[in-house]
């Protein structure tokens, strides 16, 4: 194995990665150490690198100069004197999902809950990241990353490494279905279905058995290639171009739906989000994901009699990570719509650039070191 490895680190915000070569780690004893045949450029991680220190101070960056990258795929190329039921050649995607292990949260098994959450390669959620990021130091930006061994998806042989790296967005939305009991039956409402997270959550719907997914988007074109997915499941208006309570009613047997994935980014109008809200049924649920940044003004008194379930959702855990693999290794949960555009690790810079003209959430760019 070599003694070093390259990698792209950011010295200062909103400035170019810089490649450099730099020891390769050795992994702890409960660790593993993999070298990354694919890491995902998401869509945010320009945002992340420029203005996220600014936008939301509540989730702390890592201390410069950083790897950055957060989803990553590859192959097992050592293991901790500790690690079991992994192997050296094992292929997997790395949850960059940390926690501190031992909070009530934790030890629960939500690990999402820790207060310490963090992303490695990306932000954290509370004060204490730092300690999270200063373990893991190394993001999917680089040949070899470390991971502890609960982290690890085993991947299908029938799952390209292209395809586990987009495991995050995937994940964001598949357990955020899983929480509101989606399965065959249910009708679906998707906020933004043709984007990146939108897009995934609506393959796992049909994953799951839902019945009917709905869903709307600002592209008419990219709505239509989303239909043609699953024409006698799905249905897409475009926003803006009708009463949503009505059109999700004339699309599902008169009824509301029994779920909303609302998959809008941080830029969208609070209006976005009660108009999914007006589509529910009694009893229904939604589910934010896409982390909007205005405040909407809830109607509590229909929120109550309408016994709705309003719910945040923020990543996955690895247990739902390998339900998620398998769904994919099988052919339930179809990724081959996926348009992978790879660009070697030294192109980075110019990947990110790049991303503006994405194919909607077809698009699945990926660094390869």
């Not at 719907?205 to 600002?218: K, S």
């Not at 991303?355 to 698009?363: M, Q, V, Y």
């Given at each position: 194995m070599?003694?070093?490895?390259?990698v792209?680190?950011?010295h200062a915000f909103?400035?170019?990665?810089?490649i450099?070569?730099?020891p390769?780690?050795k992994?702890?004893?409960?660790?593993?150490?993999?070298?990354?045949?694919?890491?995902n450029?998401?869509?945010?991680?320009?945002n992340?690198?420029?203005?996220?220190?600014?936008?939301?101070p509540q989730?702390?960056?890592?201390?410069?100069?950083?790897?950055?990258?957060?989803?990553?795929?590859?192959v097992?190329?050592?293991?901790?004197?500790?690690?079991?039921?992994?192997?050296?050649g094992?292929?997997v995607?790395?949850?960059?999902?940390?926690?501190?292990?031992?909070?009530r949260?934790c030890r629960r098994?939500?690990?999402?809950?820790c207060?310490?959450?963090?992303?490695?390669?990306?932000?954290?959620f509370?004060?204490?990241?730092?300690?999270?990021?200063?373990?893991?130091?190394?993001?999917?930006?680089?040949?070899?990353?470390?991971?502890?061994?609960?982290?690890l998806v085993?991947?299908p042989?029938?799952?390209?490494?292209?395809?586990?790296?987009?495991?995050g967005?995937?994940?964001?939305g598949y357990?955020?279905?899983?929480?509101?009991?989606?399965?065959?039956?249910?009708?679906?409402?998707?906020?933004?279905i043709?984007g990146?997270?939108?897009?995934?959550a609506?393959l796992?719907?049909?994953?799951m058995?839902?019945?009917?997914v709905l869903?709307?988007?600002?592209?008419a074109d990219?709505?239509?290639?989303?239909?043609?997915?699953?024409?006698d499941?799905?249905?897409?208006?475009?926003?803006?171009?009708?009463?949503l309570?009505?059109?999700?009613?004339?699309?599902?047997?008169?009824?509301?739906?029994?779920v909303?994935i609302?998959a809008l980014g941080?830029?969208?109008?609070?209006?976005?989000?009660?108009?999914?809200?007006?589509?529910?049924?009694?009893g229904?649920i939604?589910v934010?994901?896409?982390?909007m940044?205005?405040s909407p003004?809830?109607?509590?008194?229909?929120?109550?009699?309408?016994?709705?379930?309003?719910?945040?959702?923020?990543?996955?855990?690895?247990?739902?990570a390998?339900?998620?693999a398998d769904?994919v290794?099988?052919?339930?949960l179809?990724?081959?719509?996926?348009?992978h555009?790879t660009?070697?690790?030294?192109?980075?810079?110019?990947?990110?650039?790049?991303?503006?003209?994405r194919h909607?959430?077809?698009?699945?760019f990926?660094?390869?070191?």
């Amino acid at each position: 194995m070599k003694s070093t490895m390259r990698v792209a680190r950011l010295h200062a915000f909103d400035q170019p990665l810089k490649i450099e070569e730099i020891p390769v780690p050795k992994p702890r004893p409960t660790d593993v150490l993999v070298e990354v045949r694919a890491c995902n450029i998401v869509p945010n991680l320009r945002n992340v690198l420029a203005s996220y220190g600014e936008w939301f101070p509540q989730l702390p960056l890592p201390k410069l100069p950083a790897t950055f990258g957060l989803d990553s795929a590859g192959v097992v190329a050592a293991v901790g004197s500790h690690v079991t039921n992994v192997a050296v050649g094992d292929r997997v995607y790395i949850n960059p999902g940390l926690s501190c292990g031992a909070c009530r949260a934790c030890r629960r098994g939500q690990d999402q809950n820790c207060d310490s959450y963090t992303f490695m390669g990306y932000f954290s959620f509370g004060a204490d990241g730092q300690r999270r990021f200063d373990a893991y130091p190394y993001g999917g930006l680089g040949e070899y990353l470390t991971a502890p061994q609960r982290n690890l998806v085993k991947l299908p042989d029938a799952v390209s490494f292209e395809e586990g790296a987009r495991f995050g967005y995937l994940g964001t939305g598949y357990s955020a279905l899983r929480r509101s009991g989606v399965g065959p039956g249910s009708t679906v409402f998707i906020n933004g279905i043709s984007g990146t997270l939108g897009l995934g959550a609506c393959l796992s719907a049909l994953a799951m058995g839902a019945t009917r997914v709905l869903g709307t988007g600002r592209n008419a074109d990219l709505l239509d290639e989303v239909k043609a997915i699953a024409a006698d499941r799905i249905h897409v208006l475009t926003a803006g171009s009708g009463d949503l309570r009505s059109w999700t009613r004339e699309h599902n047997n008169g009824e509301g739906v029994d779920v909303v994935i609302d998959a809008l980014g941080p830029g969208a109008p609070a209006e976005a989000y009660l108009d999914a809200l007006a589509t529910l049924r009694r009893g229904g649920i939604a589910v934010d994901i896409g982390g909007m940044m205005e405040s909407p003004q809830l109607d509590m008194i229909s929120v109550m009699t309408n016994q709705l379930t309003i719910l945040g959702s923020v990543w996955f855990s690895t247990a739902e990570a390998q339900d998620m693999a398998d769904l994919v290794g099988t052919g339930q949960l179809d990724l081959s719509i996926l348009e992978h555009h790879t660009f070697p690790l030294e192109k980075i810079n110019e990947a990110l650039e790049d991303l503006p003209a994405r194919h909607g959430g077809f698009s699945n760019f990926i660094s390869v070191p």
